[in-house]
Nanobody
C-alpha cells in the first residue's frame, strides 16, 4: 500500500489543523493505521492509531484530548484532527499502515507515507 500525507502547515499556538493520509490499494480497510511525528533532533514517536474498523483508537498522552484520529474506509483515507496546538507539536507527521491489529510501536508498521510538516508558532 502507498500512503500520501497532506494538510501540514504553519499555525499559531491554540490553532487547529487536519492532516489527511490517502492510501492506494483495495485492501485499505484491512490495515490498522497510525500517525507518528518526528521533531528536529528527536526520534520518531507515536501520536495516534486506529484499528481497521475504526472501533479502537489510541493516543499518546501528550496529545490525548487535543487530537482525534478517524478513518473513512470508503475513501481510503485516515485523518488526524489536531486542536489546541502547541509549539511542542511542531514536527514532521507521518502516517503508517500495518496489516492486523492496531499497535502503538513505530517498528511494527510496514508502510510509511512521506511526511507532512506541521509548524506551530508561539
Amino acid at each position: 500500500v502507498q500512503l500520501q500525507a497532506s494538510g501540514g502547515g504553519l499555525v499559531q499556538a491554540g490553532g487547529s489543523l487536519r492532516l489527511s493520509c490517502a492510501a492506494s490499494g483495495r485492501t485499505f480497510s484491512s490495515y490498522a493505521m497510525g500517525w507518528f511525528r518526528q521533531a528536529p533532533g528527536k526520534e520518531r514517536e507515536f501520536v495516534a492509531a486506529i484499528s481497521w474498523s475504526g472501533g479502537s483508537t489510541y493516543y499518546a498522552d501528550s496529545v490525548k484530548g487535543r487530537f482525534t484520529i478517524s478513518r473513512d474506509n470508503a475513501k481510503n483515507t485516515v485523518y488526524l484532527q489536531m486542536n489546541s496546538l502547541k509549539p511542542e507539536d511542531t514536527a514532521v507527521y507521518y502516517c503508517a499502515a500495518r496489516k492486523g491489529i492496531v499497535v502503538v510501536t513505530t517498528g511494527e508498521y510496514d508502510y510509511w507515507g512521506q511526511g507532512t510538516l506541521v509548524t506551530v508558532s508561539s
